[in-house]
């Protein structure tokens, strides 16, 4: 009796989450998770796990790339990545994003940081967002030569170029990193850092105003967002799910130079993609955007789809993105 009590269903969000009465989660979405690995038999890209903060714990998958020996002592750009799954699963230990980031790191020649950020709902929002950005405070700190960490981290500080750091990530990863970049146009990073780039991928922005047919997928979302963050000021408006709304900061503080934005034909996100994309060429931002539509495709494709050839030539694209002087 006792046992049946202890997981009795306190609430769930399906298809995604479940949970139980005695305060434990049950995920029902995501991918497997899988070890970091050296020397990937089809990218040769290394890959190791680190701990950037024990309170709150927050980890990270680094990646590599294979360098050639006339390449060894080169600098390569760094990209801080932000996976997605709605901020209530997947990991930067999925084996579909760990899959993904290897064939990236490999094409773009970049060292990557792929963020273990707490979830929701035993972390409701904003915690995601602060450890996000904790997490590129940690990497900007080994830019300077009194870094006071007590990690020493060779792949970022022999390898990593500080003059391009790209923030970046998929669906509510691609939320996280403009939420990010805005953050970067008001504060400081650690030794002057700044963001040369982002890309957001299939980003996850709402609101309650309709953009184009986004209107019938609207329940789902914004139970989503209401459940990952049940305290949010303005709820399904509040500007960092919606940041066109009137009342978010103007999209001209974006911290960084460049843009990225990717969107899909079939994904329910794709409409709010292409207006943030244009709200920003308005806004008077002085960056330079660019917009990637991809036609005959759904969310996340290039993630749960991996080999597909619109996967191999978005994942070029974004490659050419980070790797691009």
């Known amino acids: 009796m006792e046992s049946n009590i202890a997981k009795e269903v306190e609430t769930e969000l399906l298809p995604f989450v479940r949970v139980y009465k005695d305060g434990s989660v049950e995920r029902l979405s995501g991918s497997p998770f899988v070890p970091p690995s050296m020397e990937d038999s089809e990218t040769g890209v290394s890959s190791k796990d680190i701990t950037i903060s024990q309170n709150p714990l927050i980890e990270a998958r680094l990646f590599l790339p294979k360098l050639e020996e006339s390449e060894s002592k080169s600098k390569i750009p760094i990209l801080v990545y932000y996976h997605g799954g709605g901020f209530l699963f997947e990991s930067a230990f999925s084996a579909d994003h760990h899959r993904f980031l290897n064939s990236l790191v490999s094409q773009a020649k970049i060292v990557a940081v792929s963020v273990e950020y707490r979830l929701a709902p035993e972390n409701p929002l904003p915690a995601a967002y602060e450890d996000s950005w904790a997490a590129l405070q940690w990497v900007s700190s080994f830019s300077s030569k009194d870094n006071n960490s007590p990690i020493e981290e060779p792949w970022l500080s022999n390898h990593g170029d500080f003059e391009r750091v790209f923030i970046g990530g998929d669906s509510s990863g691609a939320n996280i990193a403009h939420n990010i970049a805005m953050r970067a146009g008001k504060e400081n990073l650690h030794g002057g850092v700044k963001i040369l780039g982002a890309l957001l991928t299939h980003p996850y922005f709402w609101g309650s105003k309709p953009a184009g047919s986004d209107q019938s997928i609207d329940y789902l979302v914004c139970s989503v967002w209401n459940f990952v963050y049940p305290n949010a000021p303005g709820g399904i408006d509040n500007p960092m799910i919606n940041p066109v709304v009137d009342e978010a900061p103007s999209l001209e503080g974006l911290g960084c130079c460049r843009l990225l934005v990717s969107v899909a034909e079939f994904d329910w996100l794709r409409d709010r993609g292409v207006l943030y994309s244009e709200t920003v060429k308005k806004s008077g931002w002085k960056g330079k955007v660019e917009l990637i539509d991809v036609e005959g495709e759904d969310h996340a ?22 790797s691009k002087k």
């Open 301 to 322: 494709f290039q993630i749960l789809r991996p080999g597909t050839e619109n996967a191999n030539t978005l994942i070029k694209r974004l490659a050419d993105f980070l």
